[in-house]
């Protein structure tokens, strides 16, 4: 069975670095997408930054280019989302899925789910 263990929300403040981590099992990141998605008050969920086997290239929305980097372990079966130039407007709870071999950076096509992490960046 699929399933995403997420790890490193937290509080930071406006400026500095926060990594997440997403743990994955019964599945290969060969042939699955993982992707990053956040939820701020009052927002929709939104597609943060997706890896996916089906592209050669990772998404980044257009308000974390540049600051945020996805990457992973396959190895370990571990996505990484890091968290550069923290925003107080970045602050939401942060998901991790996983889909297979979604191309399209955006909730409503991604099956698996795991917990959300608040991360919360303060003045």
């Known amino acids: 069975d699929v399933q995403l263990q997420v790890s490193g929300g937290g509080l930071v403040q406006a400026g500095g670095s926060l990594t997440l981590s997403c743990a994955a099992s019964g599945f290969t990141f060969d042939d699955y997408a993982i992707g990053w998605f956040r939820q701020a008050p009052g927002k929709d969920r939104e597609g943060v930054s997706c890896l996916s086997s089906a592209d050669g290239s990772p998404y980044y929305a257009d308000s974390v280019k540049g600051r945020f980097t996805i990457s992973s372990d396959n190895a370990k079966n571990t996505v990484y989302l890091q968290m550069n130039s923290l925003k107080i407007e970045d602050t939401a709870v942060y998901y991790c899925?996983?889909?297979?071999?979604?191309?399209?950076?955006?909730?409503?096509?991604?099956?698996?789910w795991g917990q959300g992490t608040q991360v919360t960046v303060s003045s």
């Open positions: 899925a996983a889909n297979y071999a979604e191309r399209l950076c955006a909730p409503y096509v991604y099956d698996y």
